[in-house]
Nanobody, 119 residues
Framework: QVQLVVSGGGSEQAAGSLRLSCAVSGTTVRHCMGWLRQVPGKERDRVAV???????GYRDSVKGRFTIAQNNAKNTLYLQMNSRKPEDTAMYYC??????????????WGQGTQVTVSS
């Protein structure tokens, strides 16, 4: 089992920075970690992923603005969000899954945290 607890969401004006955190605990090893987001009426989309080799991937719309990172000593996953835009407004989720190229599959989920970016 893996438990994921998310913190750090909020509502701020565009161009500001925000960092989401995901505390990871449990006994099941998962080699893919990711941040996904969802807006009402749309599918949940991958925002940023990192695998156990440290390889990262980002959706095109956040490249250069968002950074995913892990602190293994603290068992915490982060998403640093800079230069945010109103279109980044969504419910953000932390997730863990088995290793696959580009980390497409997740079987453990944290609770969502709302991020709202106003213009």
């Amino acid at each position: 089992q893996v438990q994921l607890v998310v913190s750090g969401g909020g509502s701020e004006q565009a161009a500001g920075s925000l960092r989401l955190s995901c505390a990871v605990s449990g006994t099941t090893v998962r080699h893919c970690m990711g941040w996904l987001r969802q807006v009402p009426g749309k599918e949940r989309d991958r925002v940023a992923v990192i695998d156990s080799n440290g390889m990262t991937g980002y959706r095109d719309s956040v490249k250069g603005r968002f950074t995913i990172a892990q602190n293994n000593a603290k068992n915490t996953l982060y998403l640093q969000m800079n230069s945010r835009k109103p279109e980044d407004t969504a419910m953000y989720y932390c997730a863990a899954g088995p290793f696959q190229s580009l980390c497409p599959v997740y079987d453990y989920w944290g609770q969502g945290t709302q991020v709202t970016v106003s213009s």
